[in-house]
């Protein structure tokens, strides 16, 4: 319980000094590169974090991470696939019913002639 009561502190410090110091390279790279190149009039750090925001909404969105979460998704897909080939048949077998009773499985979308309500055919 004592470290969370200093964790939580901590992370909104960090958080707060890295919105400070992001805004405050913005504003840097903007007045050092664009009036000397595009006559643009300098901007102020709230200026600097607002068109960071406006960038991020118009061509980043708001969904970071999903680009990392889809190269572990792959990679654990790729690691499954070699634990089922080095599985024997009789391994295989047992874990798809370990997975089928959980709800997943490769058959988990396909029906067959069984009626919904009694269960036979």
Request: with cysteine; proline share 4%; charged share 20%.
């Amino acid at each position: 319980m004592r470290n969370k009561f200093f964790k939580i502190p901590l992370f909104i410090l960090l958080g707060i000094g890295g919105v400070a110091l992001l805004g405050l390279l913005l504003m840097s790279l903007w007045n050092a590169l664009l009036p000397g190149l595009f006559h643009a009039p300098e901007i102020t750090f709230w200026q600097a974090l607002g068109l960071f925001i406006l960038a991020k909404l118009l061509f980043g969105g708001m969904h970071s991470g999903h680009h990392a979460r889809g190269i572990r998704r792959r990679h654990y897909g790729k690691r499954f696939e070699e634990r089922l080939a080095n599985m024997t048949p009789e391994e295989r077998e047992k874990f798809k019913s370990q997975w089928h009773h959980c709800g997943w499985g490769p058959d988990r979308y396909s029906y067959d002639d069984k009626d919904e309500n009694t269960g036979q055919q």
